[in-house]
Every structure is written in C-alpha cells, then in structure tokens.
C-alpha cells in the first residue's frame, strides 16, 4: 500500500529552468494538495484539487501550475524556476468530506541556484 | 492575515510537564479542526481531530471554540518522544470548501 508518492525527492535546478513534481495516490482520493514548507513559515498552501480535471489557488499559487486530469494524480508545474521557489513540496490528499483526515507525501527538497 | 494562526514557541519543557498550545482560525465557516504533528524533515502526520465537544486520545485533550474560533491541544505527562512541531489545521467550508490550512507550527521540546 503506497499511500501518497511524490517523484522526485531531491532536485536542483538552475534559474529558469522549469520542471514538474508529482504526486500520485492509490487510495481513489477526491482531494489532492501541493504545499510548500520553509523555515519558520510553515506549510502554506499552493494548489489544490477537489476532482478529477478541477483545481483551485491557495495563498501563495503565483510562479507554479498545476494539472489533475487522472484522479490519482497532481502535478505541480515550476515554469521558469526562481531561487525563491527553493523550498520542500509536500502533497497530500484525502476523502471528501469535512472529517476527514489528509494523508501526505514524503516531500521533494528543491534547490534553485 | 494568516487563516490560522499558531504561536510558534518554542516550548521546552521537562519530561513529566503539563504543555498546552493555542491556535485561532479567521474563516468562521471553517468546517473540522486537527492537529498534526511534524518530526524535522519528515512529513505532517494526524496526532488527532478537534470535536466540538472536545476530546481525549490518552495523555492528549483536544478542544474547539466555534465562538471564539479557538483551538487547543494540551499534553500532559510528556515524553522526550513528544518533542515535534505540532501543527494546527483547519479545513475550510463555505465558498473556499476542500482548502485545507495549517497554522505555522508550535515547537516543543521535552528535556530529561
């Protein structure tokens, strides 16, 4: 049972480069999210999903995209990468419906230089 | 303004002490409450829900605040193994249903 995993878990990247991270889960979540976490600033969140071919913004969506069109997984797209976008991404995901507890991934450690 | 605010501590605390951490949330169609807790470098994990009615999970009590938009974890007996950062999260209803937002994190460290 792999739960949440999310490719890669490490990456460098110069400026302006562009990659994408990916979060797959196989427990047929209806919700999927990308955080980001720094030093003292907790996790702040990206985007989200609430289905299949749905996304939304969260508090700090400028500079990233995202894609959700299978269910079990989440993209998270770094277009033009900048050394502020240095930073571990956690994706989680969870059931619908408020009770419901979010299940996370292992988290990518990206380092722009 | 943050949607879930958390005082960041840090807390240290000898083994055996009672500890106690607060949080606020700003959208009052907030619809469920958690607190999770993080290990350094390692990702969020459930510690517990947040009942209205407040709830217990062994040396854990957990309470909630509608009114005042409160949350609050208290630890007693702690435990060198209860050292993490523990995270208040809120999941949001209303037109920003399905966000889920965590709080900066509380810091604790339990000393021998």
């Known amino acids: 049972n792999a739960g949440v995993t999310q490719t890669p878990k490490f990456r460098v990247l110069k400026t302006g480069q562009s990659m994408t991270l990916l979060c797959a889960q196989d427990m047929n979540h209806e919700y999927m999210y990308w955080y980001r976490q720094d030093p003292g600033m907790g996790l702040r969140l990206i985007h989200y999903s609430v289905g299949e071919g749905t996304t939304a913004k969260g508090e700090v969506p400028d500079g990233y995209n995202v894609s959700r069109l299978k269910k079990q997984n989440f993209l998270l797209g770094l277009e033009s990468a900048a050394p502020s976008q240095t930073s571990v991404y956690f994706c989680a995901s969870r059931i619908q419906g408020a009770s419901q507890r979010a299940f996370f991934g292992q988290g990518t450690r990206l380092t722009v230089v | ?112």
């Open chain 2, 1 to 112: 303004r943050k949607e879930v605010e958390q005082d960041p501590g840090p807390f240290n605390v000898p083994e055996g002490a009672t500890v106690a951490f607060n949080c606020t949330y700003s959208n009052s169609a907030s619809q469920s409450f958690f607190w999770y807790r993080q290990d350094c470098r390692k990702e969020p994990k459930l510690l517990m829900s947040v009942y209205s009615s407040g709830n217990e999970d062994g040396r854990f009590t957990a309470q909630l605040n509608r009114a005042s938009q409160y949350i609050s974890l208290l630890i007693r007996d702690s435990k060198l193994s209860d050292s993490a950062t523990y995270l208040c999260v809120v999941n949001e209803g209303g037109s920003t249903l399905g966000r889920l937002y965590f709080g900066r994190g509380t810091q604790l460290t339990v000393w021998p």
